[in-house]
């Protein structure tokens, strides 16, 4: 089993940054890809980057340019620099864990979630 821990969410106005953190815990050999879904009210939930051990790097179109995800596999941290933050980006995310032998459109492991609220 593998454990995710979010961190880093919060309220911030409208152009603003906010960075998240995942922390992989347990059998984390087994995974290859990490990154983030986003889960906002009355819609449904939607894969907004994933990096695999390798380095590949795959954004969903709406933050491209203003957000950046990164790793330390050493570390076995995942993070996502959101900046120029919109209203749309109001969500809860999800760290996600995605075996090697898995596909990230149907991650294996999920962190418990955190808020993340763009208002002014």
């Known amino acids: 089993q593998v454990q995710l821990v979010e961190s880093g969410g919060g309220l911030v106005q409208p152009g603003g940054s906010l960075r998240l953190s995942c922390a992989a815990s347990g059998s984390i050999f087994s995974i290859n890809a990490m990154g983030w879904y986003r889960q906002a009210p009355g819609k449904q939930r939607e894969l907004v980057a994933s990096?695999?051990?390798?380095?590949?790097?795959n954004y969903v179109d709406s933050v491209k340019g203003r957000f950046t995800i990164s790793r330390d596999n050493a570390k076995n941290t995942v993070w996502l620099q959101m900046n120029s933050l919109k209203l749309d980006d109001t969500a809860v995310y999800y760290c996600?864990?995605?075996?090697?032998?898995?596909?990230?459109?149907?991650?294996?492991?999920w962190g418990q979630g955190t808020q993340v609220t763009v208002s002014s």
């Open positions: 990096i695999t051990r390798g380095g590949r790097i």
């Open positions: 996600i864990g995605v075996v090697s032998w898995g596909r990230v459109d149907t991650p294996d492991y």
